[in-house]
Nanobody
Framework: QVQLVESGGGLVQAGGSLRLSCAAS????????TGWFRQAPGKEREFVAVISWIGGIYYSDSVKGRFTISRDNAKNTVDLQMNSLKPEDTAVYYC????????????????????WGQGTQVTVSS
């Protein structure tokens, strides 16, 4: 059973930055694609960013140019650096491990991920 734990959420003013981290309990985590999703109140969970085990990266249009996803295989973590935050970025952020290991089209659907963390709250005030 893979356990994912997110950290780094909090309250920040618009224009500020936060860095989220996703830590995995399984050593083979570095061999899988990992994604970040978010869910705002009353809305569906939406894709944010994804990184493959060999470093392929894809972002949603809403965060492209502001967010950066990276992984540290030695630490078994995947981070999400979020800059120029906007109030509409307010949501619970989740990391997830995809069952898709290699891809030509980035996995962006919730159903393509099989293990999820508990989420971390990000609140951006205006």
């Amino acid at each position: 059973q893979v356990q994912l734990v997110e950290s780094g959420g909090g309250l920040v003013q618009a224009g500020g930055s936060l860095r989220l981290s996703c830590a995995a309990s399984e050593r083979t985590f570095s061999s899988y694609t990992t994604g970040w999703f978010r869910q705002a109140p009353g809305k569906e969970r939406e894709f944010v960013a994804v990184i493959s085990w060999i470093g392929g990266i894809y972002y949603s249009d809403s965060v492209k140019g502001r967010f950066t996803i990276s992984r540290d295989n030695a630490k078994n973590t995947v981070d999400l650096q979020m800059n120029s935050l906007k109030p509409e970025d307010t949501a619970v952020y989740y990391c997830a491990r995809s069952r898709v290991r290699t891809w030509s089209v980035a996995p962006r659907a919730v159903g393509e991920y099989d293990y999820w963390g508990q989420g971390t709250q990000v609140t951006v005030s205006s």
